[in-house]
């Protein structure tokens, strides 16, 4: 089995996630992590990963199957994913789901060009979420297609909630409606809006001299945030907040309701529970960067998503081993 | 668009599902049934629907872009997909789980030498339960594998259970153990044997006169089938069976729990709940359909698994369309 030599490029959760990853794929070894701060200030999870300045990776052309991209999709991917494009085969996770054409088309040039493979967009919405509505809509034609994401930790309302008075500090989750997943899951098809499709739930430590009830209206009745939602508030010390809210649980589900002939209903549901969100994403990056040295190696160049990627491509197992064991 | 012209060859529950598949699909369409059987005799779905000999086929070679093989995998298959690949482009279920790298190399030389193009195995196990059995593994690759089937008619056990005495009907469901779908959600990786995963209900109507406890225990007590497993017997009338027994439900779960990072537990669980197991396998083999006719067009001959079907050739939407809309 050949070992895939993957670099990190950026080294926050994501990256971390990337180091802890390629650890565990047998045919994966890491040539180190590439950042932009001083490669001295950065801590890895292995003692032994390497930590390089960006800059280095100029000379290391040869020394690199794949390059994992983890920086973010507000500023860092559309620079990075198109620049190292020009000489890697790369993967990144570009989630702005609005601006991925223009993402595409950007990397895709830089890629033709340089003859390197670049797979974007490849964490799990978009991703596998993708794949997941594209499979339920091919297969069943007719009907309806739903996705909804939590339990999640969501970073702008939880600041939201601490910019409330009286909160010393919070986190606020997005979780799916029970109603509206029974509803999905009973073949009714109904039409949702985003916010009949979720709750949110906020963990509050109260400041000194408190008044909960005040808090717990100021939250509940702000709008935009948690007016038009079915909003909990939970009050906890700071100690119960440290010890039970520090991960970044994620996932969500995807649920095509079809019908196959006139009242046969069809059901296909996927699900993802994620204790933690960038370690989970970066397990998704991982695999796809095996796949993206497969294309590369087949002299498949240019930009590619999920969409173009056969799914055998993603296991370390042989087409003949996985036809025997997987199929 | 271009509209793929579509065969069906057989024409059971399987063939019937393929019809009612293909006029869901706008860029489909439907040549006619071929059938071993007097075509007279064949009353498909709709009245429109060409039913023909299947040795019509011989003279149809330019006139049909895939053929759907609807016969089954015990000795149809086996004669009918080789055989057939070697004249058209062709998608098969065939589903004994065993037998596939044979049956995947005899279609393999009928097709590389006829150069058409043979997608087997495409259902929903194998099939979509295989391709999930792959991404867990591959992306989660510290952890363990759960298939569980069901609620699905199981024919095998239906027949065990109406060869007891004082039954006069019956019908038996396979339905996953809930508290062993509870366990591997929670994250614990169990070991689990089919017949931990797995209970048995039975909808038996009694033979006038016949005692419902002795029926009851002939039945749970019945080495092999039922007997190591939790079994529950409901004795209902002939009506209550023909009014809510008639159809052929089936689905389940493939559930991947694993490790990110010691732990941190992940879990992708995918679920499908087919209230006709032949229609929605039959609407899996047409999307497949589609992809085989573009792998032919593209000039990738010989056979092909699901592993080896990038998502987006299922999808009747170009590219730009899948990455700007589904994404």
Request: some cysteine.
């Amino acid at each position: 089995m050949t070992a895939h030599r993957i670099g990190i490029v950026g080294y926050g959760n994501l990256g971390r996630g990337v180091e802890l990853a390629v650890s565990l794929q047998e045919d994966m070894e890491l040539v180190g992590v590439f950042t932009r701060r001083d490669p001295a200030t950065v801590t890895t999870v292995h003692e032994y990963t390497p930590v390089r300045a960006i800059d280095e990776l100029e000379s290391m052309t040869g020394e690199i199957d794949v390059l994992v991209l983890c920086g973010g999709s507000k500023s860092d991917l559309p620079e990075q994913t198109p620049q190292l494009a020009a000489r890697f085969t790369v993967v990144d996770s570009f989630d702005t789901h609005a601006r991925i054409p223009e993402h595409f088309a950007a990397v895709d040039a830089a890629a033709r060009e340089a003859g390197t493979t670049a797979l974007i967009s490849t964490g799990w919405d978009p991703g596998l979420f993708s794949i997941n509505r594209l499979f339920g809509e091919s297969i069943l034609a007719s009907g309806e297609t739903y996705t909804f994401w939590g339990r999640g930790l969501s970073q702008g309302h939880s600041d939201a909630v601490r910019r409330v008075d009286g909160v010393a500090a919070a986190v606020q989750y997005t979780i799916p409606s029970e109603d509206a997943i029974a509803r999905v899951r009973a073949g009714e098809q109904p039409e949702l809006s985003t916010r009949e499709k979720h709750v949110r739930e906020c963990y509050v430590v109260l400041e000194e001299g408190a008044d909960a009830d005040a808090v717990r209206e100021a939250i509940v009745t702000m709008p935009h945030y948690f007016e038009p939602y079915d909003t909990t508030v939970h009050f906890l010390t700071a100690e119960e907040l440290a010890r039970d809210h520090q991960g970044m649980p994620h996932g969500g589900f995807v649920i095509r309701s079809g019908e196959s002939s006139p009242g046969t209903t069809q059901t296909i549901e996927y699900r993802l529970q994620e204790e933690s969100n960038p370690e989970f994403t970066a397990s998704v990056l991982v695999a796809y960067a095996r796949a993206a040295a497969r294309l590369a190696a087949a002299g498949e160049h240019g930009a590619r998503t999920p969409f173009d990627v056969a799914p055998g491509l993603l296991s370390p197992k042989s087409p003949e081993q996985l036809r025997a064991e997987l199929l």
